[in-house]
DNA sequence: AATGCGGGCAACCGCGGCTGA
DNA sequence: ATCAGCCGCGGTTGCCCGCAT
């Protein structure tokens, strides 16, 4: 839509990414994960670079992104958090479930910014509040106490990111982390809340599957770390792939086990 | 109706950090 | 200790759209 589609020097395309693209790509990363972004084009049928279809998966087609105008509490959130972390963007989109840090600075920039010169905030709740960053007095390792901190609320269950009303009557369950890649470990469960999409039935399903027949998907290294695929799905596939086509064709393009899957496989016991 | 202009936002670019060899 | 590859982040760009004139 914004950008006008060419091609740079060695073929791959830039610019606005077409239905055809993250319909390939959506499919694609829902049924293997993001193993490596570099190589998932290739894979993928994409003539995209790999930090493109990061980009694009993570700002415009990942299942739990939220769209839609900015609430009074989440514009509010954002401005306190700007305040105190600065421009800190992937910080603050942890803070505000379903929002990216792309979508959180262009509406900084293009809206909030002006409002907050005209009418700032004060500083000293901010500072006081127990779930924002911690401004330390020496100053020093200030940003590693941040991040740190970042990294706690991200995890700890008892330490929750700010989840504003207006986020929990969004469709799908307030998560810990909405902000960063379904392959990391610490988004394990954001992830299962995130394919609880109603476009992601399916998957739910197949996750379902996995953890009644094999135990707990979301501490299983393999399948947690890089994979939407049930173990079940991914045997049929090896063991029987003219079947596991048929049942699960093949996108145009795509290819039917990426590299690196096979090496996983061998861990495993079948 | 035609034109100009600014806002909004998707996407690109380049840098820095992390990790493994 | 060094280097290369990859990823994530923040800054910036550039086009579309709606509104004002």
Redesign the pocket.
């Known amino acids: ?4 589609p060419c091609c ?1 020097k060695n073929g791959l ?5 077409t239905p055809e693209e993250d319909r390939k790509l959506k499919a694609y990363v829902t049924r293997y994960g ?1 193993w ?4 998932l084009p290739k894979y993928a049928g994409l003539a995209r670079c ?3 279809c ?3 998966w993570m ?2 087609l990942r299942p739990d992104i939220k769209r839609g105008n900015y609430s009074k509490e989440e514009e509010e959130a954002i401005i306190r958090f700007h305040e105190s972390l600065g ?5 603050i989109a942890a803070q505000l479930p379903g929002r990216t ?3 959180i ?3 900084w ?3 909030l910014k002006k409002r907050f010169k005209h009418k700032p905030l004060a500083t000293k709740d901010v500072k006081d509040n127990s779930q924002g960053p911690v401004i330390l007095e020496d100053g020093t390792s200030k940003e590693k106490e941040e991040t740190k901190l970042n990294n706690h609320l991200l995890i700890n269950p008892t330490s929750p990111p700010l989840i504003l009303e207006s986020s929990l009557s969004s469709q799908q369950p307030a998560s810990s982390d909405q ?3 379904i ?2 470990d610490s988004t394990l469960a954001s992830s299962k809340d995130s394919v609880s999409d109603n476009n992601y039935n399916n998957n739910t399903a197949l996750f379902d599957t996995y953890e009644a027949n094999s135990g707990n998907f979301w501490t299983e290294p393999f399948f947690g770390d890089s994979c939407y695929m049930s173990s079940d799905m991914l045997v049929s596939m090896m063991m029987d792939p003219a079947g596991y086509e048929a049942e699960f064709p093949l996108l145009e393009g795509e290819i039917l086990c990426p590299f690196g899957l096979y090496d996983q496989l061998e861990g495993l016991n079948f």
Not at 87 to 91: G, Q, T
Request: aromatic content about 10%.
């Open positions: 839509m914004v950008r006008t740079d395309r830039k610019g606005t990414w993001c490596n972004w570099r190589q790999g930090k493109s990061r980009l694009r700002n415009y421009n800190r963007w992937s910080a840090d792309n979508e600075k262009n509406h920039h293009t809206t902000n960063s890649s392959t990391t």
